[in-house]
């Protein structure tokens, strides 16, 4: 797909250029308003091309902060990652790293994390064109699996699923669970955590030790989120005040940073 818009960014500068650089035996000069439209147009194809391209390279390589290696947190599927990278335009969460708003402080921890929804063999994710109900989402009610060892923190459970595309500004992350754990290549303290759960479906309690693959909950739609999905998030500890306020930290999932547009198969 990025070699395709290259192709087509490519080609439309060069065809542009051409026409206004009068190449001989290529194309004449444009004599009418149209003419010249086309050629702009040609123009601005070619670099609006060319720089989703660069913008999207740019968004794969990691933040310069420390990383958590974890476990892919969902089993058995097709999955398309809707939020990551470390560029705004593929990750909407780094508006969260914008310190002159005090009301993101408080959210701070999720400025690097990753949205995961499921996808089926036709890369479509709902049954029918933005249904209303939760449950027409194949991720819905899937399991979610402790990317790491370590200790619950925080759990919240009882949060009511939100229809699509209704959102729960009140209680950002939703539903989820608190998990820290220590983790070498980030070299220190960590706390994950997993949001978006389908209320009730919350497995352990807080002080609960967990291992890498135990059954946390299951997706939901709770939360401030536009559809059902499974939002992790890796930070440091966070003040008492925020929890989740805690520096943010890059995730790589078995090795392999995630940005959008990236498919993840678990067999």
Not at 73 to 91: K, M
Not at 112 to 118: A, L, P
Request: proline share 7%; glycine share 12%.
């Amino acid at each position: 797909m990025k070699k395709a818009a290259l192709g087509v960014g490519i080609f439309a500068i060069l065809l542009g250029a051409l026409w206004l650089l009068q190449v001989p035996f290529v194309l004449a000069l444009p004599i009418t308003w149209g003419a010249w439209i086309t050629v702009f147009l040609l123009l601005a194809l070619g670099f609006a091309a060319i720089n989703g391209i660069v913008v999207a390279l740019r968004s794969k390589i990691a933040p310069p902060v420390a990383s958590v290696n974890l476990m892919f947190p969902l089993r058995a599927g097709n999955f398309l990652i809707v939020n990551g990278g470390s560029d705004i335009s593929t990750n909407a969460h780094l508006m969260t790293l914008n310190s002159s708003e005090a009301r993101l402080q408080a959210w701070r921890g999720q400025s690097y994390g990753v949205d995961i929804v499921q996808i089926d063999t036709y890369g479509l994710r709902a049954r029918g064109v933005l249904p209303a109900d939760p449950n027409a989402y194949r991720i819905y009610g899937a399991p979610v699996l402790a990317p790491c060892s370590g200790q619950v923190l925080h759990v919240v459970d009882g949060l009511p699923d939100m229809q699509v595309p209704e959102v729960d500004r009140e209680h950002l992350a939703g539903n989820y669970v608190l998990v820290r754990c220590a983790d070498q290549l980030a070299g220190g303290s960590v706390e994950v955590l997993l949001g978006h759960l389908r209320p009730g479906s919350v497995q352990v309690l807080v002080g609960s030790a967990v291992a890498v693959g135990d059954w946390l909950g299951s997706v939901g739609n709770s939360g401030n989120t536009g559809e059902p999905h499974l939002h992790v998030q890796a930070q440091r500890p966070g003040p008492a005040s925020a929890p989740l306020g805690g520096e943010p930290l890059a995730i790589v999932f078995n090795g392999r940073y995630l940005v959008r547009n990236d498919r993840v198969v678990v067999p």
